[in-house]
């Protein structure tokens, strides 16, 4: 069942980028996911925020382990460079590619399954390497690629397409990098690409692990009655907790500010972060608070989305790890393998 | 703004960029499928339902569908459909079988036309079948009307036009030749018909009364009257040097024969600037090609006269200025007169009813008989008009459109029925799944550029008057052409109750013509939320109801769309649905819908 490509027109009213590049440039191969996954409209709202973002497509490194979500690096970007590593194993492959080259943007694409379970491990080091990337979850609370097993995000009550109810807990990326010290939570949903892109944005302008659950419905296992995490449910009871803006560097803020709902962050590279319409008793800044206040919500079934926490001032693995400035690549040889007798100097010191 | 009402055929149909410009509304995408299929005899048939001439239009319609064309908005140059329509006309087999029968039972009706010209002898096509008697009167020897007089042999060959023309008298019509209608009164008192259709074109060229056009008359010709006595071969020469006056297509068609008839030295004289010449862009190009000069800027002062010899002709030389309005004003800047052999003057022609009394109906203050747009009668019951005797001078197509909507009337008339009372259009839809990603239609985008028309060679074509320039498209080119066409018949149906809302078309359409939106008041302002604004606001936005998840709208902007299909494809719920449109047409004494024969 071969699908045509998508046609290579584009409208010609559409403008390129500070770089020259069209929307287009930065797509990638025709998705081979089912029709209407969560997924694509991920992909779709990638491509869009490194077009606005105007990301050289050549500086960035797409990683990913394995499954549905895993697929979805070859669906944008065709031109950034790629690596599909083994099951669960992102992010080991992510922090080794950000210690080699620090200028690399780093995407690591994951799903609950790759992320939560035989993965857990790896992503609780990451994030407390606190390794400068975005790691993406694309959460639909299923194992689509097995046919539609529970997965390790499924909710308690939560039904299979064969109406089983799932018992065990379920494991929450977010409440997971909250207690573990992530400097970036986000909660999006695929069908809210206007929050989703302003999150990516947020996510990829900070300097550190972002860590962005994008709940994604899997439209062929996990989309019917029943279910948590299907387009209806997660409508219904969506809770956008905070309005995200991003505002690039050179721009201006210039929306008007209600004192006390409204909360403006600047990030490293000199971007800002515009929180609007913070609830009175949440500050994103203060991660007990922000931990109960989830919990709370989210034991009423609600889905809190939006940029949740935010903590700027924690170093990331480069500095934690007083690196060279330079990207590896272009140290010279010397300094990089400075030779046998080196390392026996080296060595001494743990005689 | 209110949700879009496709149960009736408007909105499809205008989609449909070709069909709906085409005045006789010719099923253009399905012709090119049929072609691309190599079933030309069934390409064939199916624009003779409507347009009734494939092979004389495939070579001289003006072609309305093309600048229409959607291929135009997205990589500049639309489908070269005109030229298709003559494939289908060139290659096809055998069609008898499919081209309508002569009556077996007579109504016991009569009817005349005036003129066989292209609205005449379509309201015979229609109206034969049916069993009514017509009669064709015609002041010429041969059928045909400026489709033989005014268009050159060598742009459409005696043969196609023979052919085309013998198809529907030979459903019965009674033709008769050299009699001219020299009364209408007494046609009506003494023919005995139970209706009269006017079919007699524009005949008479414009004058140009200038100073010298008496004296000089031997070698000043008025276009049409030319062309007609070089189609019938009693002129046969033109001197060296030529000038011709006007610059519309009869002009084009005047300078190239001049060409063939010993013109070395042409010259079309212009009073504007190319931006406002009334000749098609392509007849423009094909006359330069034939080493035709075209002056612009020279308005006409008078003719130079010698001894009872054109000379020449005097020119001003003028400039123009166009206001903000877009209004014109000229000034002269000094005049120039140009030696010549031969003026031919071809500004224009008119309508001339010297047959037909006054009293009989309304004439309205440019003494042009009062005629109903819809029905085509004139304020005497029974009397219709159409083609250029109508509404003055259009072309072939527009005759065609005209004939069909006059033998409605005139079915009607003779039935007893009122003529205002007209069928209505009908519609069909049917789907084009054929699989997983697998339509009944090529969805795939062809980048190919416009194939262009190859030409008899410049030393060849001059040989002889009736070698016909254009050579036809080869087969490399017409299978490449027929891709390009977007088959914008194959409609994106929507049926919100099944749409969960996920974005997978909005995010695959590579034209961002989707949105996903709040519902919104006015057009406007919805225009502007769009994926890409809508600016080009003669394209409709289709609205869907309010969706069930959030209660937002799907909207799709038309302008783009190259229907291929992939947000049906990618519709996990087949809320998008790809559906072949077919326009019914309403045809005298049928519903004749435009499906494959």
Known sequence: ?351 | MKPTDVSTPEYYHKVVDCQWACPAHTNVPEYIRLIAQGQYGDAYLLNRQSNVFPGILGRTCDRPCEPACRRTRVDGQPVAICRLKRVASDLREDISHGLPWPAKVKLGKRVACIGAGPASLTVANDLLPLGYDVTIFEKLPRPGGLMRTNIPAFRLPPKVLDEEIEMIVNLGAEMRYGSPVTSLAGLLKDGGFDAVFVGSGAPRGKELELPGRREGAANIHTGIDWLESVAFGHVTSIGERVLIIGVGNTAMDCCRTSRRLGGRDIKVMARKTRKYFKASEWELEDAEEEQVEIVVNHAPKSFVVENGRLRGMEFEKVEWKEDARGRLTSTTVGTVVLPCDDVILAIGQENAFPWIERELMAFDKWDMPVVDKVTFQCTHPGVFFGGDAAFGPLNIIWAVAHGHEAAISIHNHCQGIPVTERPAQGMKTVSQKMGIHQWSYSNDYNPSKRSKMTHVDLRERFKRLDIEVELGFTPEQFTREVERCLNCDVQTAFRDKLCIECDACVDICPLGCLTITPAEESEAALRERLTVPARNTSQALYVSEALPQTSRVMVKDEDLCVHCGLCAERCPTAAWEMEKFDLLLPYAGAVTGCQKP
């Open chain 1, 1 to 351: 069942m071969p699908s045509i490509k998508k046609p290579p027109v584009a409208h010609p009213s559409l403008q390129p980028n500070t770089l020259g590049l069209s929307l287009r440039d930065y797509e990638g191969a025709m998705s081979t996911l089912c029709a209407g996954c969560g997924h694509d409209s991920v992909t779709a709202a990638l491509v869009r925020t490194f077009f606005e973002l105007n990301v050289a497509p050549h500086m960035v490194a797409k990683l990913s382990g394995i499954g549905c979500s895993s697929k979805t690096p070859t669906y944008f970007l065709t031109g950034a460079h790629g690596f599909n590593s083994a099951h669960g194993r992102m992010p080991a492959l992510a922090s080794g590619a950000a210690a080699a080259n620090r200028d690399l943007t780093i995407v690591g694409i994951s799903g609950d399954g790759d992320s939560l379970s035989i993965g857990l491990g790896q992503l609780c080091h990451a994030l407390r390497r606190n390794v400068r990337m975005l790691y993406l979850i694309e959460n639909n609370g299923v194992y689509g690629l097995t046919k539609g097993q529970f997965s390790a995000s499924s909710d308690v009550g939560s039904r299979s397409k064969k109406g089983e109810k799932n018992l065990q807990r379920p494991i929450d990326p977010v409440l997971l990098g909250l207690s573990l010290g992530a400097s970036f939570i986000a909660r999006g949903f695929s069908g809210d690409k206007q929050q989703l892109v302003a999150l990516l944005k947020a996510a990829l302008s900070h300097r550190g692990f972002a860590l962005v659950d994008v709940l994604s419905p899997c439209v062929t296992f996990n989309d019917h009655e029943g279910s948590t995490k299907s387009y209806k449910h997660t409508r219904a009871h969506r809770l956008t907790v905070v309005e995200t803006d991003f505002v690039p560097p050179a721009q201006e803020v210039t929306a008007q500010q209600e004192p006390g709902t409204t909360l403006s962050v600047t990030l490293h590279d000199g971007s800002t972060v515009r929180l609007s319409r913070v609830p009175e008793d949440y500050d994103p800044r203060d991660r007990s608070k922000v931990f109960s206040w989830l919990e709370a919500h989210q034991h009423r079934g609600e889905i809190p989305t939006g940029l949740l926490f935010l903590d700027e001032a924690h170093g990331d693995m480069h500095q934690m790890a007083s690196t060279v400035e330079r990207r590896l690549h272009d140290l010279p040889f010397e300094e990089l393998c400075p030779g046998s007798a080196a390392l026996e100097a080296f060595q001494k010191d743990y005689h």
